[in-house]
């Protein structure tokens, strides 16, 4: 009989990336070899933080149905999980954390072999009078969604206020104009949803418009009023006051990362935790994955923190093969991201412009109208397609998509093709899926790649 | 004032490949340099053949409406079309194309100084008794499909027989089941879609028979019934008798070369005309696109003879780049396929386990179940994917999928990891747009990858 000496691996935070290195590294090492502890300061482990919206919104009525799974399936396979436990301290020399008892307020030191740092994101709060009154909320975790779901459902509140014009922010204001409320959203950029470029932002505003959302863009927000008993009134811009009953923050988010920074774990410039590409820190035997970490964006080759799901359980997944003894990596990633806002769908990968710009690109862009199928099938609705090629070399920096149905996960032909590294030249050849139902003859990517590769062409024989 | 020889560039075909070209040509090349005239037999130029289907369905009621383009749209631009005129010889050495009137049966010769041969493709007609009675319709060009929603409009056949399970058979199929005849599908094959693993194709065979399609596979066609007035009145195979009122021919296409074969201009094995990447045959200055030519397969390396409107449109693009002074190359294609039959869409890209086979690759295979959307998410469907990777190297050599809504053009994904030549372990790091909406957090493409670099890594640790 073998007598492996026990390991422990301890994972702070039991969402999508701390779970799926916890269920990887238990794949590989059986529980005569790795004793794994989870400890999670909320109520739930391995949600879908993205479907918040729509639980909110009524589209998914069911908060369990956003749960993958319970504390009690994890234990089942042998990793254990301790809710309501925040890690509160990582002495990185000594091999162990402090955790808090978040019902009783109790801290002991929990020892580690390997620790795996997956603390998620924190969102931005402003600092301003009134933020933290009763009645401002945040969406961050499962928790936010059920607790403000609730309150719509019990207070019926007639007015909100959304601040913040990014994914989430937008998303929310959709679910509340759902629920029946009057949605105003307020902005300090001139767009929403500042990952494109203003020309496919424009119409991502007009389909908010259109749904009867009330837009005040270019407007910071200065305050929120509150009531005598402390509860939100009403947000105030430079220009005006919008009375609410119910304010959401759609802020955006940052890494977590301020414990693993205390423990002299290394953070980089986007403040997320270093890794490399194996999800290991710069601290030995210490581990990290999801929102708190950054990366790296391959196509500007710069550091690069993006809170979404899908990468955090890639990277977890990575992390738990490495720390079950396999061999895995995450090289990076191009900056895909889809969201459907009311009709409209809307796709972005890599760089928009003004990101190109910022990475010393020299690019070129192109704009295409095209449709969804081909022109003469049912069904067929206009989508706009962006594509951004760096000059001389023509190749593909970044792409854009707004549509309706259809149009969005059509960006994935783009981000594979970044992935790549291919020009627009190559990509005019690329032999994508065709059949009436489903594009024209010319697919709207196939026919941006060959407006941008003209667009070089002619852009080098001017030169 | 600039004297340029006038040339003159002949087009045989005008449908995709000749149109392209002769747009591109003109493009680059005015009116009082490069004078085009264009030849076609029939009476349309530049439509979508692939829309067909629908028009017999009723899907698309306006024949005009798959016309990209009239004949005096390109005079305007300085093509000039020819409409029902058929070339029938070639004479390379003296520079000229004998052409037949075929309203009035009179025969010249029209000089070039280049030739575009984009002579399509010949359907396969089986050498059977009564295979050519009057009520056996093939689905070639326009005025076929005009043709036989004529004859359902006024004379109400009851009773219809598709022979052959491939894009066209399946899709006519379901045209004749929306217009409400009993229709029964014969084919020798035991699947329908040959293109797929047989795992894939049965979930065809199901919608098929779900939409009340009778199904005879593994039936070879013997012969068909005639009355007395030499109309069809059944299709028999081994087992069987089946009265027709009407009879569908979907037995598929080889390359349309016979005319350049007889002057000589090379063709491969496929029965295809060699061009090179540029699009020029061995001849020269006869240049040659569409379904009359091979291409390369850049995942078996071999060529092959794939009749799809959008390669005729991209090679007939090149051919005109070329053409006109420029420079442009079809490198090949992946094989990627996409349909739509009844509910079900069916998709495919590089090569299938038999295909693989072929080639001389040893191939492994893995097929996941997922679904469209984040399983919580209204509207997620099930889809199937599979993909065939290479042993020990894992480079991806194809992949199937076949779902509900939103399945299908998951395999540009796809088509482009084949293009670049990616392996299942590189793809499983593939940055896929996601939210729920679109995706679940794991993309079915992403899964499906992971699961065959697994298999793998299995299947190297056992060698």
């Given at each position: 009989m073998r007598m492996a000496a026990l390991e422990r691996l301890l994972v702070i935070g039991g969402d999508a990336a701390g779970m799926s290195a916890a269920s990887q590294a238990r794949r590989r090492r059986g529980p005569d070899d790795l004793e794994i502890l989870v400890v999670e300061r909320g109520h739930h482990v391995s949600y879908s933080a993205c479907g918040i919206p729509y639980h909110v919104g009524g589209v998914v009525d069911d908060a369990d149905s956003l749960i993958a799974r319970t504390p009690a399936e994890f234990r089942d396979r042998d990793i254990e999980v301790r809710l309501r436990a925040e890690a509160v301290e990582i002495d990185v020399s000594g091999g162990r954390v402090r955790v808090r008892d978040l019902e009783d307020g109790t801290e002991?030191?929990?020892?580690?072999?390997?620790?795996?740092?997956?603390?998620?994101?924190?969102?931005?709060?402003?600092?301003?009078?009134?933020?933290?009154?009763?009645?401002?909320?945040?969406?961050?975790?499962?928790?936010d969604g059920i607790t403000l779901r609730r309150i719509i459902d019990r207070e019926a509140p007639r007015r909100a206020v959304v601040v913040g014009g990014g994914y989430i922010g937008l998303e929310m204001a959709e679910a509340l104009v759902r629920r029946g409320l009057e949605v105003s959203l307020v902005d300090a950029a001139d767009q929403p949803m500042r990952t494109l470029d203003p020309d496919m932002g424009a119409l991502v505003a007009d389909a908010l418009r259109?749904?009867?959302?009330?837009?005040?863009?270019?407007?910071?927000?200065?305050g929120f009023d509150t009531s005598a008993g402390g509860r939100v009134t009403a947000v105030r811009t430079a220009?005006?006051?919008?009375?609410?009953?119910?304010?959401?923050?759609?802020?955006?988010?940052?890494?977590?990362?301020?414990?693993?920074?205390?423990?002299?774990i290394e953070t980089g410039p986007t403040g997320g935790i270093v890794t490399d590409r194996r999800m290991r820190t710069r601290t030995e035997r210490v581990w990290a994955a999801g929102d708190c970490v950054e990366t790296r964006h391959l196509v500007s080759g710069?550091?690069?923190?993006?809170?979404?799901?899908?990468?955090?359980n890639k990277q977890g997944?990575?992390?738990?093969?490495?720390?079950?003894?396999?061999?895995?990596?995450?090289?990076?990633?191009?900056?895909?991201?889809?969201?459907?806002?009311?009709?409209?769908?809307?796709?972005?990968?890599?760089?928009?412009e003004r990101e190109a710009a910022d990475?010393?690109?020299?690019?070129?862009?192109?704009?295409?109208?095209?449709?969804?199928?081909?022109?003469?099938?049912?069904?067929?609705?206009?989508?706009?397609?962006?594509?951004?090629?760096?000059?001389?070399?023509?190749?593909?920096?970044?792409?854009?998509?707004?549509?309706?149905?259809?149009?969005?996960?059509?960006?994935?032909?783009?981000?594979?093709?970044?992935?790549?590294?291919?020009?627009?030249?190559?990509?005019?050849?690329?032999?994508l899926g065709y059949a009436p139902p489903f594009a024209p003859v010319w697919d709207p990517v196939l026919i941006a790649a060959r407006k941008a590769a003209e667009a070089v062409e002619r852009d080098m024989s001017k030169a």
């Open positions: 002991r030191w929990e020892p580690y072999d390997d620790l795996m740092v997956a603390t998620g994101a924190v969102p931005a709060r402003p600092r301003l009078p009134g933020a933290d009154a009763e009645g401002v909320h945040g969406v961050q975790v499962l928790d259109g749904v009867g959302v009330d837009l005040h863009l270019g407007e910071p927000v200065e220009g005006r006051t919008l009375p609410a009953d119910l304010v959401v923050l759609g802020l955006g988010v940052r890494p977590g990362a301020d414990l693993a920074r205390a423990a002299g710069g550091p690069v923190a993006i809170a979404l799901g899908t990468h955090a997944r990575v992390a738990g093969i490495n720390l079950g003894g396999g061999y895995a990596t995450f090289p990076g990633v191009v900056g895909t991201a889809v969201s459907k806002i009311c009709r409209v769908e809307v796709a972005r990968t890599g760089l928009n990475a010393g690109f020299d690019a070129l862009a192109v704009v295409v109208e095209s449709t969804t199928r081909a022109g003469y099938y049912p069904g067929a609705t206009p989508m706009r397609t962006k594509l951004i090629a760096e000059r001389r070399s023509g190749r593909l920096l970044g792409g854009q998509i707004v549509g309706e149905e259809n149009a969005a996960k059509r960006v994935d032909a783009l981000a594979v093709a970044l992935w790549n590294g291919m020009t627009v030249e190559e990509m005019t050849g690329l032999d």
